[in-house]
T-cell receptor, first 111, second 111 residues
Framework: QKEVEQNSGPLSVPEGAIASLNCTYS??????FFWYRQYSGKSPELIMF????GDKEDGRFTAQLNKASQYVSLLIRDSQPSDSATYLC???????????FGTGTRLQVFP | DTGVSQNPRHKITKRGQNVTFRCDPI?????LYWYRQTLGQGPEFLTY????????KSRLLSDRFSAERPKGSFSTLEIQRTEQGDSAMYLC?????????FGQGTRLTVV
């Protein structure tokens, strides 16, 4: 079992819709959860992080964490074509400070 | 620009040659990470420094790889006797605590 799992996609949504990206993790002791956006050929860019169960909102982005289900998600409201990218979920390891990444979900927002 | 800086941005080398990459972190960040990313995969952890101390090194990292962070400032990653399988994007990230911010990456091609 991979430590951090994401559906590779692509997830295709129309402009203006809500995009929902999901991630599961295997280490129950994980404490911090991050979403990165990565455009093709570029490096990952941190867009959100969450530590506590529940929702955290930042502009058009909402991160949701459910530690009991070992599940974290990212909602993007009013999706724009410029949101088309790969979204990487990362989890902070319990025993060290390194981040463990999933393989990413490719999002396509079409006009 | 006060972000994480990596040099060079691109490197093409012949198999068997040694290469060295440099990372200049954000100045107040005491944590520095090296990751490697291949096409279609998430970043894979290589090693981690807190100030000048190398606290963790991936078991996946062969002894051809070495990293340093003298005086807790910039860091270098050296790959000796490069192999075609070393072709990847090498990413450096720095962090003040848990949130990691990536540089632009160095794309290595071994021919």
């Amino acid at each position: 079992q991979k430590e951090v799992e994401q559906n590779s996609g692509p997830l295709s949504v129309p402009e203006g819709a809500i995009a929902s990206l999901n991630c599961t993790y295997s280490d129950r002791g994980s404490q911090s959860f991050f979403w990165y956006r990565q455009y093709s050929g570029k490096s990952p860019e941190l867009i959100m992080f969450i530590y506590s169960n529940g929702d955290k909102e930042d502009g058009r982005f909402t991160a949701q964490l459910n530690k009991a289900s070992q599940y974290v998600s990212l909602l993007i409201r009013d999706s724009q074509p410029s949101d088309s990218a790969t979204y990487l979920c990362a989890v902070n390891s319990r025993d060290t400070d390194k981040l463990i990444f999933g393989t990413g979900t490719r999002l396509q927002v079409f006009p | 620009d006060t972000g994480v800086s990596q040099n060079p941005r691109h490197k093409i080398t012949k198999r068997g040659q040694n290469v060295t990459f440099r990372c200049d972190p954000i100045s107040e960040h005491n944590r520095l990470y090296w990751y490697r990313q291949t096409l279609g995969q998430g970043p894979e952890f290589l090693t981690y420094f807190q100030n000048e101390a190398q606290l963790e090194k991936s078991r996946l990292l062969s002894d051809r790889f070495s990293a340093e962070r003298p005086k807790g400032s910039f860091s270098t990653l050296e790959i000796q006797r490069t192999e075609q399988g070393d072709s990847a994007m090498y990413l450096c990230a720095s962090s003040p605590d848990i949130q990691a911010f990536f540089g632009q990456g160095t794309r290595l091609t071994v021919v």
